[in-house]
């Protein structure tokens, strides 16, 4: 990462504060590793500060050997039992509901996100059966969060991403939980319950005054599809709110990619094609693309087979371009960034 002073006046969305900003009573106006947003740029052209240090992510490519998750598993649990205590107080009607912590640890989870230099999706080794329904919530808040970085949105439209994300399926405390963990087909009833979900977490969400509107709007809409087949009122994405469609995909892109009770998870590469074949008709052409830029199709340490015949171990990953990793071969290593004419035909998960 490399930091560049840059006028006020050429400050964008997408770029990120490296150096704090005082006003002239040395309070910070604005924090290094936040992300600029226009109010932010409105409020430094009010104390007149003309100039300030942006981070400016090198174009030169990079080789990871190691891949980071989007937060450490300290984080993840934290997340995980404000979770939980929500969904609790919600299912049991308390009035001791605090939605105040949930959304500091959404800024906190946004602002450790702008942070960091790559920001990458890999399958976590979790046990989502047990608990799933507020894991899947946790992930599905995260992802969210980093499509959100990786469309430039500000820290308040991540953090809304993050809450939105987390509190998706709070309407699944209205379905009966023999419902929830069938591992066979629903019947027609059984699948209603399922559907009802979304409408039923808008209604909750809705009783929560201080709540943001958008945070309602991603609970009743993330099951509804750009081509207008979703649910619960099957709307087309032109009205679909920005916010909800991306959480939509991440959505799917973790419950294709979780081990849920009647199957195993899928890998990366096949859930991205199921994705990928339904953007623009089923999900948002943006949040799709902004999935394929975090996204590793090839994990470290994964086998493959070369076009040419050769066989390697993904070793190293280049940042220009996740899906030509450097692989390890028997007599030496191969940048398939560089040796162009090969390519990865064959993994052990399959082609």
Known sequence: MRIK??????????MVAAKD??????????????????????????????????????????????????VSGAARIRLMRKVRRVFRAFAAESSELDMKQLQELSYAVADELVRRSHLLLVLDDLSYVTNYLYAHSVQVGLISMALGLALGLSRQEMAILGMGGFLHDLGKLTVPVHVLNKEGKFNREEFLQIQGHAAAGYRLLRKEQELDTRVMLIALQHHE???????????????????????AVADVYDALTTDRIYRKRLSIREAMAIIGSGEGRLFAPEAVQALKKLVIPYGLGETVNLSDGRRGVVAMLNSTNWALPVVRIADGWLDLLEETQVRIVHTEQGS
């Open 5 to 14: 002073e840059i006028t006020v006046e050429s400050l964008q969305s997408s």
């Open 225 to 247: 599809r750009y081509d207008g087949s979703g649910y619960p009122w099957a709307i087309t994405g032109e009205n679909m709110h920005r916010l909800s469609a991306i959480v």
């Open 21 to 70: 900003v005082l006003d002239p009573n040395g309070r910070v106006l604005l924090a290094a590793g936040r992300l600029i947003t226009p109010d932010l740029r409105l409020a430094l052209q009010r104390y007149g500060i003309a100039k300030v240090y942006v981070q400016q992510q090198g174009r030169e490519n990079q080789r990871l050997a190691r891949v980071e998750p989007l």
